[in-house]
């Protein structure tokens, strides 16, 4: 019965897919772009209405997978199966050369760090270290992924680290999910579906004070827009040019109090950096005018 629960709320609060030609029109045209191809999803808080495009396929995560191992790994905390306080001793084989802000601070190890501090550094600073210490030593692959499928998010595959992707080009292929289900799982985060009130709020709040991505959903959203949000970004393949994922979805809360969820994944594209970033700003913005109804000045 419970996972029966979980599932609809997951899919629930009878949200419905409306037309919404005029608005995909100017998201495809900014998509071109990109020079591949993008997945959008966004669910309005305040009335359910939701669009994707592409929103069924599965792509590449990069690091926006570490909303899931955050959720799964707080849901283990709200089951009394570890603390937020709990202390891992570190050595330095467990901090290995890779993008790691914890590494740089104690590039040694011998240190011991809470649950909570990997965590934060986690998802406000896309540790890469940080996420495969809590994968290896707190909440495995098959438990974050098993606890997405309980939650209804069946296109969520967790089958590499953040160190295995560096050390194979291929790996990121397995860690993919759809934008829609990405949409609905911060939906049922937000709506406290997922994780009890005070994992809740500790993810939202830990979310909204991101470090990494700030071009792209946020990019020409007003100064005072807050966004509890989780980028993902790949290296670019020499030998041909393309980027599988520069990525970046949140819950955009607005400054007249409105909520909504965006999720924008652009795969496989050939533009730079900048541009692919780009992209993704524009897509929010014209989003937002959708959703306020009104222009940014």
């Keep these: 019965m419970r996972k029966i629960l979980l599932f609809s709320f997951f899919l629930g609060y009878c949200t419905f897919a409306v037309a919404q030609t005029p608005l995909k029109n100017k998201i ?3 998509a071109k772009d990109a020079k ?22 599965p792509l590449v995560m990069q690091s926006t997978f570490k909303l899931p191992i955050a959720v799964a790994v707080l849901h283990k905390v709200d089951k009394g199966s570890i603390k937020l306080e709990d202390k891992l001793r570190l ?13 740089d ?7 011991d760090v809470t649950i909570r501090e990997l965590l934060d550094y986690m998802l406000i600073w896309s540790d890469n270290d940080a996420c495969d210490i809590l ?11 098993q606890y997405m499928h309980q939650l209804g998010g069946t296109s969520f595959w967790i089958r590499a680290t953040e ?6 080009w291929q790996a990121q292929f397995t860690d993919v999910c759809t934008v829609t289900d990405m949409a609905k799982l911060f939906r049922t985060v937000r709506n406290g579906k997922a994780l009890s009130a005070k994992s809740t709020e500790y993810i939202i709040k830990t979310m909204e004070k991101t470090e990494v991505g700030k071009k792209r959903i946020k990019g020409l959203l007003a100064a005072n827009t807050v966004v509890a949000h989780r980028t993902g970004t790949s290296a670019t393949d020499n030998r041909t040019g393309i980027s599988p994922a520069t990525n970046d979805g949140g819950i955009i809360t607005l400054p007249n109090g409105k909520q909504f969820i965006l999720v924008v994944f652009v795969s496989n594209a050939k533009a730079d950096t900048n541009t692919r970033e780009a992209v ?3 897509i929010a913005k014209v989003v937002y005018d959708d959703v306020v109804g ?4």
Excluded: W
């Design 28 to 30: 495809n045209e900014i």
């Design 36 to 57: 591949g191809e993008i997945g959008v999803s966004m669910i309005d808080l305040q009335t359910g209405r939701s669009f994707s495009i592409n929103g069924d396929k």
């Design 91 to 103: 050595t330095k084989a467990d901090l290995p050369e890779n993008y790691s802000p914890l590494r």
């Design 105 to 111: 601070k104690h590039p040694d190890g011998n240190v």
């Design 135 to 145: 994968l290896n030593k707190v909440c495995s692959k098959a438990e974050v992924e």
């Design 163 to 168: 160190m295995e992707m560096k050390n194979d």
């Design 280 to 282: 993704i700003a524009r």
């Design 294 to 297: 009104e222009k940014l000045n």
